[in-house]
């Protein structure tokens, strides 16, 4: 009798049966999308506030770039010039249309003067004086 290696059904295929491949174009129940997507609410129940960080890191990022940016007085083509990368691509980041690498993280981040991981955090708002 032969081994049975661990972790292997015992079910038993017949020879030369293939294990059936699903359709990808066919909707699964393990079809991931995103909370937001799903509408009403980006909170699922038991979800915590880091479940839905991810979907809004693209987000905090370009609004971080654009008042860093503005703080340094520096306009996108000027940014643009520095990093080598187009103007209209850092449009995009600004407004939380790009999805970017952490090498541009980095490479933008430094062109502000920021910390890259103060550039990944929601600003803390400051109640006004009375």
Known sequence: MAKRASGVPSAVRPKGAA????????????TIVPPAAKG?????????????????LHII??????????QRGLNQRE????TGLPQQYLSQIELGQQ????????????????????????PRHTSPKK
Request: proline residues 10%; without cysteine.
């Open 79 to 82: 940014v643009a010039a520095r």
């Open 99 to 122: 999805n970017v690498t952490l090498k541009t993280v980095e490479l933008l981040a430094k062109v502000v003067d920021r910390d890259p991981s103060t550039m990944l955090r929601r």
């Open 40 to 56: 009403g609410s980006a909170r699922s129940p038991g979800a915590t506030a880091a479940d839905d960080f991810p979907f809004e």
């Open 19 to 30: 294990t059936p491949l699903p359709d990808p174009f066919e909707p699964s129940s393990k």
């Open 61 to 70: 990022f370009g609004e971080n770039l654009r008042v860093a940016r503005l």
